[in-house]
């Protein structure tokens, strides 16, 4: 600072001015701030001591050098030389930066600039003032990442946090909160109170009495109120915060959605309660077949006391007939239970599925439409064709049957899903690498929550009593869980229902080098073409030779010449061709003595009685029939 | 008069087994459970055995070990209808265990009987 000081001839008061000059020198020298004095030029007129010691220099190194050489070029004239601009038009500037120091590096300040004028008022000079602001920026900078840590934490983790007053008000609430309460992010809960979310009075006061108690508590789950009235359980815990003089100033809450966890718990709880039946199921079945074999056993005896033109022998008959019946029924029981084996081959699930998409629809009424996207696609599962058909079959059959009244659309879709994408869905810990996901969707009348939860028990039935035996879904099941797949369904009442199978897929096809030269020749007889093709896909590539005959006419042909003749007749009984005095007939005038075997549905009886009494008949196999129990049937027909 | 043990926990099944069995003329022992048949078996008045695979005591598994210990030449028939594990691969597990055929119930006795009389290759004289 120059100041033209008058000097008297008075040494004392001379001495007293030049020890207030020191003394304010000392001040300015040993202030924290870095002083200097600029001048128009951006020159350096006079600077303190705390000045020389952050740039590592002596006073007479800096006094008349200029800001571009102490500072550099970019730093003075993107940063310095407006704001000194700025000073000399006459303002007061502050600014914080950061700059490059030679002792302390890079460093934050807080710079002043304040005009300095003589008597004239022009401003010639500008004393600059410059703190080390370095610790409390990056003191505020550790705050701001602390607070910016702690936002995202509270607002990309699933969990709601809430704040509220003892009473229950609330005064915060995350993003998180308003997803889990289904509330739109307009919504404020500023005026709202905790207790509109839970279910009972009270329940807020109990916890926090409990609060009270323990400071932090997890209250386990929790079902509350979302904003739109439906049921959220919640796992809630909650912390209590208390003022200095010790009294609660409030309650932070965290909330967690476990409608999931809720989900898997009570598809556990469903799959151990159908695994008990199963046992029980299981349990019944053997002891009833003990029973039919007993009542089968005598009857046949009875058989062959009787002449068999007595009318007590027709009588005997039926109830061997009875017995067949209640043992298709325990059949279904065990498949159920799972303890019926199935013989598997590898098999595409699109052939099978376009059968019996095929047989469907050869008897829909004319108010069901069925749509299907079946991708061309091999899907290869290793299943019983003939299970694979049934868990189609009963599907789409009870889809049509729910839309009977009114009509609809049956929509039936396969696709291609990797095991590890879908394996919340299928709720298993090891997955197959790929699935097929078949939907089979109908537009009937759907089902309410209390029914879907029961519809794979077995004898659970929405039908009339005596039109089925409610065995249908839980067989389905029972199949579908041990080809180690599984069934959902979702349904919506007066909309419809869907059912989702997952059926995982196995990599290659086996080589079908079959023993061709030492082929049986079996012929089936079918009025239903789609049907046949499912046994046919069940016995191709194990080693026999299949003929179809539909009518009167080809089974003549073949039958006529006995080098043609067949090792093996399978007569289907809904053959509509040819009916069973036909066949019976045919043999008898051919003298034919190839074994037959008969598969009939259960809900037929007049018609085969007749065929059974006849003996061409070796094997009778009742609906529906699995793919070991034809090959068995075959293997003991043709020893 | 060739020798058959029926081991039926079911006595119903078990006393149906006998009459059939007793009109073709064979002799007949009875066992309600598998342990029952191992300790009173006797060989040499045995020749075959029809036995249900799932019973309480010892099983029919242990049984048809047991007998074709007793006597190797046994002839051995395996009947089931289903339990806990299955009628299916218990009855598999009967044949691989030595059994000459098995059948699931409710069965043809005239198939069952037909099938122990090709065992012991026994001409019924009538």
Request: glycine fraction near 6%.
């Amino acid at each position: 600072m120059k100041k033209n000081l008058k000097i008297s001839g008075d040494d004392d008061y001379l001495r007293s001015i030049v020890k207030e000059k020191d003394i304010s020198d000392q001040i300015i020298n040993h202030s924290r701030s870095m002083i200097s004095i600029i001048n128009r030029d951006y020159i350096y007129e006079k600077v303190n001591t705390t000045f020389c010691e952050a740039h590592k220099v002596v006073f007479d190194t800096i006094i008349g050098k200029s800001l571009v050489e102490v500072w550099g070029d970019e730093t003075f004239h993107k940063v310095i030389k407006s704001n000194i601009d700025l000073c000399f038009s006459g303002k007061t500037v502050r600014y914080e930066a950061s700059f490059d120091t030679p002792n302390l590096g890079k460093r934050y300040f807080e710079v002043v600039f304040r005009p300095l004028s003589v008597e004239t008022g022009e401003i010639t000079h500008l004393l600059a003032e410059t703190l080390d602001i370095n610790d409390l920026v990056r003191s505020k900078q550790a705050i701001i990442k602390k607070e910016e840590e702690l936002r995202q934490f509270e607002s990309k983790l699933p969990i709601g946090f809430l704040r509220c007053d003892p009473d229950g008000k609330i005064l915060s609430a995350n993003k998180a909160f308003h997803k889990i309460m289904d509330c739109h992010d307009d919504v404020s809960f500023a005026s709202m109170n905790l207790k509109s979310f839970y279910p009972e009075e009270g329940l807020f006061e109990m916890q926090y009495d409990q609060l009270l108690d323990s400071e932090t508590k997890s209250f386990g789950r929790v079902t509350l109120k979302n904003c739109n009235g439906e049921e959220i359980p919640c796992r809630i815990s909650g912390f209590l915060a208390v003022d200095e003089s010790g009294n609660p100033s409030f309650i932070d809450f965290a909330f967690e959605d476990s409608s999931r966890e809720l989900m898997l718990e009570n598809r556990l709880l469903e799959a151990q309660k159908l695994e008990t039946i199963g046992a029980l199921a299981g349990g019944i079945a053997h002891d009833f077949n003990n029973i039919l074999a007993t009542i089968s056993g005598y009857s046949e005896m009875l058989q062959e006391d009787l002449n068999s033109d007595s009318s007590v022998s027709e009588k005997v008959s039926k109830i061997q007939g009875a017995v067949l019946k209640a043992q298709s029924i325990t059949n279904q029981m065990l498949t159920f239970s799972r303890q019926i084996e199935q013989e598997k081959i590898q098999i595409s699930i699109s052939e099978v599925l376009r059968e019996t998409i095929g047989f469907v629809k050869s008897a829909i009424p004319s108010n069901i439409i069925v749509k299907s996207r079946i991708p061309s696609k091999d899907a290869i599962v290793f299943a019983d064709p003939t299970q694979l058909f049934r868990i189609f079959l009963n599907l789409m059959t009870n889809a049509i049957q729910s839309m009977e009244k009114s009509g609809g659309t049956l929509s039936v879709n396969m696709v291609v899903v990797e095991g590890k994408l879908v394996k919340h869905e299928l709720n298993k810990d090891i997955v197959a690498d790929e699935y097929a996901l078949l939907t089979f969707k109908d537009t009937g009348e759907g089902m309410n929550p209390s029914l879907i939860r029961r519809i794979f028990e077995p004898f659970y039935t929405t039908r009339e009593v005596g039109k089925g035996t409610g065995l249908g879904l839980s067989v389905i099941h029972g199949i579908i869980k041990e080809l180690e797949g599984e069934i959902l369904v979702s349904s919506k009442i007066e909309k419809g229902s869907v059912f989702y199978v997952y059926l995982p897929l196995v990599k290659s096809y086996p080589d079908s080098s079959g023993k061709k030269d030492s082929m049986k020749k079996i012929v089936f007889i079918t009025g239903n073409k789609y049907e046949s093709r499912i046994l046919s896909l069940a016995l191709e590539n194990t080693g026999y030779e299949l003929i179809y005959i539909s009518d009167r006419r080809n089974l003549i042909k073949v039958m006529a010449c006995s080098a043609e003749r067949p090792d093996l007749v399978i007569y289907m009984s809904d053959s509509k061709q040819i009916n069973p005095e036909e066949l019976t007939g045919i043999f008898r005038r051919f003298n034919v003595n190839t074994p037959c075997i008969l598969i009939t549905d259960p809900s037929q009886e007049v018609l085969e009685e007749k065929l059974l009494n006849s003996r061409i008949v070796k094997q009778h196999l009742i609906k529906p029939v699995s793919l070991k129990e034809i090959r068995n049937a075959i293997d003991i027909s043709l020893r | 008069m060739p020798g058959v043990l029926i081991v039926e926990d079911d006595k119903g099944l078990r006393e149906m087994l006998k009459i059939s069995l007793v009109r073709r003329k064979f002799t007949v022992i009875e066992a309600g459970n598998g342990k029952e048949a191992i300790t009173h078996f006797k060989p040499s008045i045995t020749d075959l055995v029809v036995t249900d695979l799932i019973m309480p005591e010892e099983d029919g598994l242990k049984v048809i070990i047991k007998l074709k210990e007793l006597k190797p030449s046994i002839k051995i028939i395996a009947i089931s209808g289903g339990g806990k594990a299955g009628p299916g691969s218990y009855l598999n597990l009967a044949k691989a265990l030595g059994a000459n055929a098995i059948y699931s119930k409710p069965f043809s006795i005239s198939d069952l009987i037909a099938k122990i009389e090709e065992l012991l290759e026994y001409e019924q004289q009538t």
